[in-house]
């Protein structure tokens, strides 16, 4: 069983659109967190949300974390080509488990 | 900055060769990670060390063993390395959790094995 569901898998759009990938599960979470890999790389943090309705921006990114701490939405704003790579979401449990649950990741490719 | 390394970014082993993949972080985190990542599977945790000395294996186990003897160093041990063992390896460190329990990844291992 799937504890994280992202969604769209795979998502291919011009630079200038704008897009929203979610990450939904049926679990709380205590926390959670969304990490861009690019190819060959390792993924590299760009935001934690730890509150019920919080969002957070991170300049042309914006992120939401559900009311219920349940699910968790990214939106980028007027995409550009540095945008491209798996983002991945991952959350932990609640009770304090030191390990995190990982989504399979939106593959997003912003084409010139 | 945080600082994870990984011995190797590419790697390429015969079937039954024992392999070490090394990874070192320089934050003083308390918990260490390695997991596989693999097309249509994404990441999957195979062990996960929460001090010196100490490990708990993950979802996938099988085939691998690991060591801590220092804080900042955590190994991976293919000990006779086969054709589906054949991935991308990435080691991660985090603190001890409060709220977050954020990890912050190596650059990865690429490992194939023929």
């Known amino acids: 069983t799937q504890l994280l569901e992202q969604s769209p898998q795979f998502l291919s759009i011009q630079e200038g659109e704008n897009l929203t990938v979610y990450c939904n599960s049926s679990?709380?979470?205590?926390?959670l967190q969304w990490y861009r890999q690019e190819p060959g790389e390792g993924p590299v943090l760009l935001v934690t949300?730890?509150?019920?309705?919080e969002v957070k921006k991170l300049k042309r990114l914006t992120f939401q974390f559900g009311d219920a701490r349940k699910d968790s939405s990214l939106h980028i704003t007027a995409a550009q080509p540095g945008d491209t790579g798996l983002y991945l979401c991952a959350a932990g449990l609640q009770g304090g488990s030191e390990k995190l649950v990982f989504g399979k990741g939106t593959k997003l490719t912003v084409n010139p | 900055d945080v600082k994870v390394t990984q011995s190797s970014r590419y790697l390429v082993k015969r079937t039954g060769e024992k392999v070490f993949l090394e990874c070192v972080q320089d934050?003083?985190?308390?918990?260490m990670f390695w997991y596989r990542q693999d097309p249509g599977l994404g990441l999957r945790l195979i062990y996960f060390?929460?001090?010196?000395?100490?490990?708990e294996k993950g979802d996938i186990p099988e085939g691998y063993s690991v060591s801590r003897e220092k804080k900042e160093r955590f190994s991976l041990i293919l000990e006779s390395a086969s054709t589906n063992q054949t991935s991308m390896y990435l080691c991660?460190?985090?603190?001890?959790?409060?709220?977050?329990?954020?990890?912050?990844f190596g650059p990865g291992t690429r490992l194939t094995v023929l």
């Open positions: 991660a460190s985090s603190l001890v959790s409060g709220a977050k329990g954020e990890q912050f």
């Open positions: 679990s709380v979470f205590s926390s």
């Open positions: 949300v730890v509150t019920g309705g």
């Open positions: 934050m003083d985190h308390e918990n």
């Open positions: 060390s929460y001090d010196v000395k100490m490990k």
